[in-house]
């Protein structure tokens, strides 16, 4: 007889050496553990009796919204340009809107939404209370395991999904060779799952119908959409190869029965359909036939691959401190003030693993590659202003760049509708990519108050992903074939939309810092946002330097070097902070959660403001003005009525900026909030605190961990430019910086500064110290040499070298 009975909980044994362990099962699904290849993801929630697994697949939005092509604003840019100068900037973002309805835009257009495929379903026999609970994930290999026992004996489930088999992985066994008795079906998630927003409204219009079955050894699982339209998906279908060791089963309607089994082992695929007519489930079968039904064999050509990513970096700070706590306890032992560095060395582990489970086929969405629900907030997408960056901010750093490939990937086979954005919204040549996509690149979303249309910095913002790239791998193919022909064209849009003013400067209008107004404007459509200017200058530069590189485009260089003599300059107001929007027209309105004005610093500190006492003086000033804004929050203060603490990804800006300027004080601060606010027990990370399951951070933690301790450009280095003074000594392994160099062991503390590094090449590099040192000398291959103070390292090719500094 199967019956449910609720578990009693104690403490269990020691947690994986890169892992946690966790005594609460998920009652919701962004409570669950997490599992993923980079194409299927798997939430486990981890009841012992009842269990549910909701299984993802990274494309899986399904169809609401047809696309249509962008508003034609083109041919009516001169009379928007013309309400924007007269400071009628509502009206020029409810012109578009009303042009878009005559153009068939008959509401607001969402992106579709990311939806569960299914459910694997879990049904043990029981018998008695359970005891002895834990649930656990291994980074290091991405096993989610659930342990327990009950008066029939001690049992486990694991599950991965298989890099190398592209595969979800569950097998059931007892822990000490007890029987296996349970119930397998696979069902659908349901509508009414807490987490989304409108998920009922969400299903009752896009799900059509769905059919689950069971025979022997098998069960599928095929759902079909409503809505349809040519090239896009018309349903999915999943398959389940049900691999029974020992004992017995018997089908019983879509269900499969198993008594007295050794071992349950579960193979499953999903494959998604854009001809619904034409079943994939007899190829999905043969596919799951010839792959080995052993779960030692599959986990170890899946480690291979996943675990050579994962184990490449580490963050080392807590000297074995708090080990051994659960998930649960380290969460409570560390608040604002007193962080725990056991946590903070956690969180840096989780976060990469997040971002590796969820890259690979793509790159990770708002919800990385786990949903479960129809609704989820901002359509689960990729929000390409900010949270999409946030994200991928870690993969070059963190010594994981194939995981930023994907995305290059999904830019480049958009690029045609990247180009009909720019033409028909602007008249433009060149790529315009827009704020939010899923199944297409095209600029649909947007209203009368987020006027999405004006923010044209998404191609630009995208470009330095594309050089960095390069600065960190060297690869002359990647810039020549991939990065400089997208620069090129976000540039070229530039080139055709930036106009004269009458101060000979570029004008950026329309224009749009995002989601934010001016402080004597209810709208948010503008001109001149700093933002644009910081974008813009960023790209041509980049664009330039990328040409001299590889030794083309001369006239286009004279060209973006005329441009960028004629940029905008950032204004300072009245309170010495740079402005938000480079005009007087416009006031600047601190009340926001997003730090936009301040991009030129999100990726470093350029020339044209370090050598700008005054300017950077203006840079520091708005960006304390954002944390101030922060600290009230933290206190418990609602700002504007919104959530205190809202949207991380913004906490991470402000820290890429504090880095930028060296304030390690503000960066350890903001690094405190974001470790002690934004987790859960199943260590996915929060778009609010302890809210909206979101895996933005997940990029952000390790990248802004990094950028306190190395920043570099390709022919110097400089160590711990924004270390927290707060911040525990300790060592990082395995992060990869600027200049084609990885940083096999970093470790430090108050009084010394050890470093072993490789270059793919043999270069000469400025080493950039913190403060006065007393000593430094290193590997017998290795030439130091110093003049005023200053410190170079003459780098082998490809070989290992160490450095030592003693600091005064």
């Known amino acids: 007889m199967i019956f449910r009975v609720n578990a009693q909980i104690i403490k269990p044994s020691k947690p994986p050496e890169r892992g946690?362990?966790?005594?609460?099962?998920?009652?919701?699904?962004?409570?669950?553990?997490?599992?993923?290849?980079?194409?299927?993801?798997?939430?486990?929630?981890?009841?012992?009796?009842?269990?549910?697994?909701?299984?993802?697949?990274?494309?899986?939005?399904?169809?609401?919204?047809?696309?249509?092509?962008?508003?034609?604003?083109?041919?009516?840019?001169?009379?928007?340009?013309?309400?924007?100068?007269?400071?009628?900037?509502?009206?020029?973002?409810?012109?578009?809107?009303?042009?878009?309805?005559?153009e068939g835009y008959k509401e607001k257009r969402w992106t579709d939404p990311f939806i569960p495929a299914f459910n694997i379903k879990v049904i043990m026999d029981a018998n008695g209370v359970v005891s002895n609970y834990s649930r656990s994930v291994d980074f290091s290999t991405g096993v989610t395991l659930v342990k327990w026992s009950d008066a029939n004996g001690s049992f486990q489930r694991r599950l991965f999904v298989s890099r190398a088999d592209s595969v979800v992985v569950l097998s059931i066994?007892?822990?000490?060779?007890?029987?296996?008795?349970?119930?397998?079906?696979?069902?659908q998630q349901s509508s009414k799952d807490a987490g989304g927003w409108g998920p009922e409204k969400m299903f009752s219009e896009g799900i059509k119908d769905y059919k689950n079955l069971a025979v022997q050894g098998w069960l599928t699982y095929r759902s079909s959409f409503k809505k349809s339209w040519p090239g896009i998906l018309q349903g999915y279908e999943g398959v389940s190869r049900v691999v029974v060791r020992g004992g017995s089963s018997v089908v019983t309607g879509d269900e499969i029965h198993i008594t007295g089994a050794d071992e349950v082992l579960v193979l499953t695929k999903i494959e998604l359909l854009k001809d619904y007519q034409h079943s994939k489930i007899e190829d999905l079968k043969r596919s799951l036939t010839g792959i080995t039904s052993d779960f030692n064999i599959l986990l170890k050509r899946h480690t291979k691959l996943h675990g050579e990513i994962f184990n490449r970096s580490r963050l080392l700070l807590n000297k074995g401190v708090d080990n051994n706590f659960t998930s649960e306890e380290l969460l409570a032992s560390s608040k604002?003030?007193?962080?725990?560095?056991?946590?903070?060395?956690?969180?840096?582990?989780?976060?990469?693993?997040?971002?590796?489970?969820?890259?690979?086929?793509?790159?990770?969405?708002?919800?990385?590659?786990?949903?479960?629900?129809?609704?989820?907030?901002?359509?689960?997408?990729?929000?390409?202003?900010?949270?999409?960056?946030?994200?991928?901010?870690?993969?070059?750093?963190?010594?994981?760049?194939?995981?930023?490939?994907?995305?290059?990937?999904?830019?480049?086979?958009?690029?045609?509708?990247?180009?009909l954005n720019a033409n028909r919204l602007y008249g433009c040549r060149g790529i315009y990519v827009p704020t939010k996509a899923t199944n297409h690149g095209l600029n649909n979303h947007f209203d009368e108050t987020w006027c999405m249309t004006f923010w044209t910095a998404g191609a630009g913002w995208a470009s330095q992903f594309f050089y960095d790239y390069y600065l960190y791998t060297g690869n002359l193919d990647f810039l020549k074939n991939h990065a400089l022909p997208f620069m090129r064209e976000a540039a070229l849009f530039y080139e055709d939309f930036l106009k004269e003013g009458p101060d000979g400067k570029l004008l950026f209008t329309p224009s749009y810092s995002p989601e934010n107004n001016p402080g004597n404007s209810k709208s948010q459509a503008c001109v001149n946002a700093a933002m644009d200017i910081g974008v813009a200058t960023e790209l041509l530069n980049n664009c330039i330097a990328a040409s001299e590189r590889l030794g083309v485009g001369k006239e286009d260089i004279i060209r973006w070097k005329a441009m960028l003599t004629k940029m905008p300059e950032y204004l300072i107001n009245d309170k010495g902070a740079v402005k938000e929007w480079s005009t007087p027209l416009l006031d600047d309105n601190e009340s926001h959660r997003h730090c936009s004005h301040l991009y030129a610093l999100y990726n470093g500190l350029p020339k044209e403001i370090a050598e700008n006492v005054s300017l950077k003086k203006a840079f520091e000033i708005a960006l304390e003005n954002r944390l101030n804004l922060r600290r009230r929050e933290f206190k418990g203060e609602s700002v504007n009525g919104r959530p205190p603490g809202e949207m991380a990804f913004g906490l991470v800006l402000q820290g890429f900026v504090a880095a930028s300027l060296h304030k390690g004080d503000d960066c350890g601060e903001i690094l405190d909030w974001l470790a002690n606010n934004y987790w859960n027990s199943n260590f996915v990370t929060t778009h609010n605190p302890k809210n909206i399951f979101n895996t933005d951070l997940s990029g952000g933690l390790p990248?802004?961990?990094?950028?306190?301790?190395?920043?570099?450009?390709?022919?110097?280095?400089?160590?711990?430019?924004?270390?927290?003074?707060?911040?525990p000594s300790g060592k990082i392994e395995g992060i990869a910086l600027r200049g084609q160099i990885i940083v096999k062991e970093f470790s430090w503390n108050r009084k010394n500064i050890s470093l072993i590094l490789r270059s793919a090449i043999s270069q000469k590099i400025q080493l950039k110290i913190p403060g006065e040192i007393l000593s430094i000398s290193g590997s017998k291959r290795l030439n130091i040499t110093s003049n005023k103070n200053q410190y170079y390292l003459s780098l082998p090719k490809k070989e290992y070298v160490s450095i030592q500094l003693v600091l005064k």
């Open 20 to 102: 946690f362990v966790s005594i609460k099962a998920a009652e919701k699904w962004d409570q669950a553990l997490v599992s993923g290849n980079g194409k299927y993801g798997a939430l486990v929630f981890g009841q012992p009796l009842d269990e549910t697994i909701v299984l993802n697949h990274a494309r899986l939005f399904m169809p609401l919204y047809e696309p249509i092509p962008p508003v034609n604003t083109a041919p009516y840019l001169t009379a928007i340009r013309q309400m924007l100068s007269k400071g009628e900037y509502q009206q020029a973002a409810d012109f578009v809107v009303e042009l878009s309805k005559k």
């Open 173 to 187: 066994q007892g822990q000490k060779k007890e029987k296996v008795s349970c119930l397998l079906k696979l069902a």
């Open 703 to 727: 990248a802004l961990v990094i950028r306190m301790l190395v920043d570099s450009q390709p022919g110097w280095i400089e160590l711990l430019p924004a270390w927290s003074s707060d911040m």
């Open 336 to 419: 604002f003030g007193k962080l725990n560095p056991a946590l903070l060395e956690k969180e840096y582990d989780a976060a990469r693993y997040n971002i590796i489970s969820s890259s690979d086929d793509l790159f990770p969405n708002l919800q990385g590659l786990w949903s479960g629900t129809y609704g989820p907030p901002w359509s689960g997408d990729f929000t390409m202003n900010g949270n999409v960056q946030c994200a991928i901010s870690a993969d070059l750093s963190s010594n994981m760049a194939e995981c930023l490939k994907p995305y290059f990937r999904f830019l480049e086979d958009h690029m045609d509708e990247f180009r």
